[in-house]
C-alpha cells in the first residue's frame, strides 16, 4: 500500500543553524501539508501547497519557514534559522484530490534544536 | 477564528467500561476525522465522516458526526488496554481541506 515517508526520523541541529525536512508523498497526489506537533501539544497547521504554490499557510508560517516541491517526488520543508521553539514533531501529509478526499500522513520528522 | 475543542483532555477508565469523547467545533463543516496517536508515533487513521448523521464503527470504537451541532463524538465500548493512546479529532475547512486538530483526549485504560 502506497504511503508518504520522511526523512530524517530524527535531526538534532543547533540554534540558528538551517534544516531541510523531506517528505516524498504518496505518488498520485498533488495537495501536501506540513504540520508540527510541540511534545505533548495538539497537531498544527503550517502550511498547505498545490500546483507548486502555498495554497495557505498559517500564522506559525513565518519568513524563516520555506516549502519546495523541487522535483516530481520530493517535497520539503525548510527552517532557515532554527529556534529552540522549532523542536517538535513534523509531520507531512498528502492527498489526492481537493474536496472529500482523506490526508494521509508520514509517519513524522522529530527535530531538536539545541 | 476556528476552534477545536475537545473533551476531556485526559481520560482514565476501566477495562470494560464505556465512554465518550467529544469534539466540538466553531465553523460550517461536513468533513471530520478521527485519529489514533500512539507515544513518538504518527497518526493512524481511525475514521473519516463527511457528511450529516454519519456513523462508523470499528470494533470498540465508533464516531458520529453532527453537522448542525457541530459536534462529533467517539464512543467507547468495553475498552481493552491496547486502546490507550491520545486521540484527535480534525475538522477539514476551506478549499485547500487545511485540517485543523482538537487538543487530543489522552486515554489510559486500566486493569
Known amino acids: 500500500e502506497p504511503e508518504v515517508t520522511q526523512t530524517p526520523s530524527h535531526q538534532v541541529t543547533q540554534m540558528g543553524q538551517e534544516v531541510i525536512l523531506r517528505c516524498v508523498p504518496i505518488?498520485?497526489?498533488?495537495?501536501f501539508y506540513w504540520y508540527r506537533q510541540i511534545l505533548g501539544q495538539k497537531v498544527e497547521f503550517l502550511v498547505s501547497?498545490?500546483?507548486?504554490?502555498?495554497?495557505?499557510k498559517s500564522e506559525i508560517f513565518d519568513d524563516q519557514f520555506s516549502v519546495e516541491r523541487p522535483d516530481g517526488s520530493n517535497f520539503t520543508l525548510k527552517i532557515r534559522s532554527t529556534k529552540l521553539e522549532d523542536s517538535a514533531m513534523y509531520f507531512c501529509?498528502?492527498?489526492?484530490?481537493?474536496?472529500?478526499?482523506?490526508?494521509?500522513f508520514g509517519p513524522g520528522t522529530r527535530l531538536t534544536v539545541l | 477564528e476556528l476552534k477545536v475543542e475537545q473533551n476531556p483532555l485526559f481520560l482514565s477508565m476501566q477495562e470494560g467500561k464505556n465512554y465518550t469523547i467529544y469534539c466540538n467545533y466553531s465553523?460550517?463543516?461536513?468533513?471530520l476525522y478521527w485519529y489514533r496517536q500512539d507515544p513518538g508515533k504518527s497518526l493512524e487513521s481511525l475514521f473519516v465522516?463527511?457528511?450529516?448523521?454519519a456513523v462508523k464503527q470499528e470494533g470498540r470504537l465508533m464516531a458520529s458526526l453532527d453537522t448542525k451541532a457541530r459536534l462529533s463524538t467517539l464512543h467507547i465500548t468495553a475498552a481493552v488496554h491496547d486502546l490507550s493512546a491520545t486521540y484527535f479529532c480534525?475538522?477539514?475547512?476551506?478549499?485547500?481541506?487545511?485540517?485543523?486538530f482538537g487538543a487530543g483526549t489522552r486515554l489510559t485504560v486500566k486493569p
Open positions: 465553523t460550517t463543516s461536513d468533513r
Open positions: 465522516l463527511l457528511s450529516n448523521g
Open positions: 501529509a498528502s492527498k489526492r484530490t481537493s474536496g472529500r478526499a482523506e490526508q494521509f
Open positions: 505518488s498520485n497526489h498533488l495537495y
Open positions: 480534525a475538522v477539514d475547512i476551506g478549499d485547500n481541506n487545511d485540517m485543523r
Open positions: 501547497f498545490y500546483n507548486n504554490e502555498i495554497s495557505e
